[in-house]
């Protein structure tokens, strides 16, 4: 493949579209190996919470989180139930859409979050950050964004 033939992937453009989705997989993998290992959380959970604990009044619709999370309705309704089972998070109807509910994060959910970060810190930076050395963080941010909002 040549730089010259816009038609094709250089060598580096093609290892690199080819690592994309193994390394977020792996990723996700790891986040969640550490937080199942150390917490007893799924990285799903700890999502939610996060999320959860960031919005106004610690409440949003469950849509709201559900796209927030990058997941489904039914697989962020599934989550906010074993949250829900374990006093972290209550589900309430929206008294602005009757057919809609909310997820509300408890005191209790904020403290395992709180309990829980540290974890999720040192396992970010462990498979990620240290991964990055030489790379400039800001830039690959920024093209994360511009990705994302893309899409």
């Known amino acids: 493949m ?6 094709r992937l250089t060598e580096d453009e093609q290892r690199l579209i080819r690592a994309l989705r193994p390394a977020m997989a792996a990723l996700m993998r790891a986040f969640d190996d550490d937080l199942q290992r150390f917490q007893r959380m799924s990285h799903a ?6 999320f959860l604990s960031e919005a106004p009044g610690r409440t949003m619709r469950l849509s709201d989180l559900a796209e927030l999370c990058q997941q489904s309705a039914s697989a962020v309704g599934r989550t906010v139930k074993r949250l829900e089972g374990e006093g972290l998070v209550r589900r309430q109807q929206s008294v602005h859409d009757a057919r809609s509910f909310n997820a509300v994060l408890t005191e209790a959910g904020l403290a395992r979050l709180a309990e829980a970060g540290p974890v999720h810190v040192a396992s970010v930076r462990r498979h990620f950050f240290d991964q990055l050395e030489g790379v400039d963080r800001g830039k690959l941010a920024l093209a994360f964004q511009r990705i994302a909002q893309k899409t």
Do not use: N, V
């Open 2 to 7: 040549r730089d010259d033939d816009p038609s």
């Open 45 to 50: 959970e700890y999502i939610a919470l996060m």
